[in-house]
């Protein structure tokens, strides 16, 4: 079991570049959520799906766009990158809601 | 608004030196307060799942427990492999959100 993969690992962007980063999980999780990291302020919840074909808005979900055709993909896509999009950004996945496994992370940089 | 406070932000021990990590909350309707382990440059790893208060978990060194306001992570005899951010989360049975408010984190030193 791979677990919960993201790629790439490190992304540079300039402002108003888009792109997408990837997430997988092979452990036929339901539940499957992105969070962006930033210093002195914990985790924050982007979007969440509780299934393929399901998503829903978290904290803070402006300038980003989710999708769940699979089971098993949870892509996220930055629409038009923004330097207070810099972050590290981590997907996880959950059979039930709870217990949440995590990715490596993405340390994404806009300038 | 659901709040998480953890202290204190930052702790240093010596290897066996006992001590405790605060996670106090606000929450209207209490579905289940978490426990994560966060290593440099990693993602948070599971630690634990509390449910209501009174309730109590062990793994290692580690004991969690929780009360109606807040949850402590007792470190008995700490080692230096213990060394890592610690994170509580809270999330609310209101609305059937699924939504979890996270701590800003512990970060833990253990020298030798």
């Known amino acids: 079991n791979a677990g919960v993969t993201q790629t790439p690992k490190f992304q540079v962007l300039k402002t108003g570049q888009s792109m997408t980063l990837q997430c997988a999980q092979d452990m036929n999780h339901e539940y499957m959520s992105w969070y962006r990291q930033d210093p002195g302020m914990g985790l924050r919840l982007i979007h969440y799906s509780v299934g393929a074909g399901i998503t829903d808005q978290g904290e803070v979900p402006n300038g980003y766009n989710v999708s769940r055709s699979t089971t098993e993909d949870f892509p996220l896509r930055l629409l038009s990158a923004a330097p207070s999009q810099t972050s590290v950004y981590f997907c996880?996945?959950?059979?039930?809601?709870?217990?949440?496994?995590f990715g490596p992370g993405t340390r994404l940089t806009v300038t | 608004e659901d709040q998480v406070t953890q202290s204190p932000e930052a702790l240093r021990l010596q290897e066996g030196e006992s001590s405790s990590l605060n996670c106090s909350y606000t929450?209207?309707?209490?579905?289940?307060l978490f426990w994560y382990r966060q290593d440099p440059g990693k993602g948070p790893e599971f630690l634990f799942t509390l449910y209501s208060a009174g309730e109590e978990k062990e793994k290692e060194r580690l004991k969690a427990t929780l009360t109606k306001k807040e949850s402590f992570l007792h470190i008995t005899a700490p080692k230096p492999e213990d060394s890592a951010t610690y994170l509580c989360a809270v999330q609310a049975k209101s609305g059937g959100s699924y939504i979890p408010t996270f701590g800003r984190g512990t970060s833990l030193i253990v020298h030798p």
């Open positions: 929450v209207s309707g209490l579905r289940g």
């Open positions: 996880a996945s959950s059979w039930d809601g709870y217990e949440q496994y």
